[in-house]
T-cell receptor, first 114, second 112 residues
Framework: AQTVTQSQPEMSVQEAETVTLSCTYDTSENNYYLFWYKQPPSRQMILVIR??????QNATENRFSVNFQKAAKSFSLKISDSQLGDTAMYFC???????????FGKGTRLHILP | EAGVTQFPSHSVIEKGQTVTLRCDPISGHDNLYWYRRVMGKEIKFLLH????????ESGMPNNRFLAERTGGTYSTLKVQPAELEDSGVYFC??????????FGPGTRLTVL
């Protein structure tokens, strides 16, 4: 069975700082995708970044980047120059290549403070 | 392009009643998924439609839950009869390509 663990239930950082959200996962499969989703307060969940497991290069989307350590089964999200609009619940997630269901972690609630 | 929409946004019902949740996927998305987040727990997969067919319903908790997708367009998820443990947020997602799922805002279900 696949699992995703987010060890930080809640975090707060000052605006403009850099913050890293942790995520570890477990799967015996070799082909899978990893995701970070963001759910702002009272708004819908959106995909922030996606990483294919076969790619060694870490995915980057503007101020968001990941540190993908396949051997350690770690997939952390770094947010640079954090902004007030980054305040949200962040979910780390995993999907196997052979099916479409996404397995989510419990989420990290991130507060960006002015 | 309109996103995934869900109706209602919030539903409060008594234990034993029936509730039907609706999801309208993004136009042209053949894949439609239902997920649920119970308070304090992870978001869990319920089922996956490809057009009008159930591709995977391994996450459906029991036979009180019935999902349909008439004509491969919108989908409904009916809970009958509702129990207290069914309270949570029900998310719908759709995708054109595999592994890029777009989520709706969710329906918050409260069973009293």
């Amino acid at each position: 069975a696949q699992t995703v663990t987010q060890s930080q239930p809640e975090m707060s950082v000052q605006e403009a700082e850099t913050v890293t959200l942790s995520c570890t996962y477990d799967t015996s499969e070799n082909n899978y995708y990893l995701f970070w989703y963001k759910q702002p307060p009272s708004r819908q969940m959106i995909l922030v970044i996606r990483q294919e497991a076969y790619k060694q290069q870490n995915a980057t989307e503007n101020r968001f980047s990941v540190n993908f350590q396949k051997a350690a089964k770690s997939f952390s999200l770094k947010i640079s120059d954090s902004q007030l609009g980054d305040t949200a619940m962040y979910f780390c997630a995993l999907a196997l290549n052979r099916d479409d269901k996404i397995i989510f972690g419990k989420g990290t609630r991130l507060h960006i403070l002015p | 392009e309109a996103g995934v929409t869900q109706f209602p946004s919030h539903s409060v019902i008594e234990k034993g009643q029936t509730v039907t949740l609706r999801c309208d996927p993004i136009s042209g998305h053949d894949n439609l998924y239902w997920y649920r987040r119970v308070m304090g727990k992870e978001i869990k997969f319920l089922l996956h439609f490809v057009k009008e067919s159930k591709q995977d319903e391994s996450g459906m908790p029991n036979n009180r839950f019935l999902a349909e997708r008439t004509g491969g367009t919108y989908s409904t998820l009916k809970v009958q009869p509702a129990e207290l443990e069914d309270s949570g947020v029900y998310f719908c997602a759709s995708s054109r390509d595999r592994n890029t799922q777009y989520f709706g805002p969710g329906t918050r279900l409260t069973v009293l």
